[in-house]
């Protein structure tokens, strides 16, 4: 997700910087064999104002990354993001 929203900044020439940005991710497993992913959570942390004009742009590339997108379709996927300042 991160890097999805790196490219996309520089694709669109967009005015952020991203040094310092992480992403917590937890899985949660199902009780019941086979054991699988039940679901994923994803907290992506972002050193910029949650006023900034580009949140919208990078929150959908990060929803819309391709390693996102690949996994299942059963797999809950509950993504937060902080804007830190």
Do not use: Y
């Not at 997700?1 to 992480?22: C, P």
């Not at 990078?58 to 391709?66: G, I, Q, R, S, V």
């Not at 997108?69 to 300042?85: C, G, N, T, Y």
Request: with cysteine; proline share 6%.
């Amino acid at each position: 997700m991160l890097t999805t929203m790196a490219i996309t900044a520089a694709k669109r020439s967009l005015d952020v910087e991203l040094l310092g940005a992480r992403a917590t991710v937890r899985k949660h497993m199902t009780a019941t064999a086979p054991r699988r992913i039940q679901k994923i959570e994803v907290n992506v942390e972002i050193p910029l104002p949650g006023s900034h004009s580009a949140r919208e742009t990078l929150e959908e590339a990060a929803l819309n990354c391709p390693v996102a997108l690949s996994l299942h379709p059963d797999i809950e996927k509950a993504v937060s993001f902080s804007w830190m300042r």
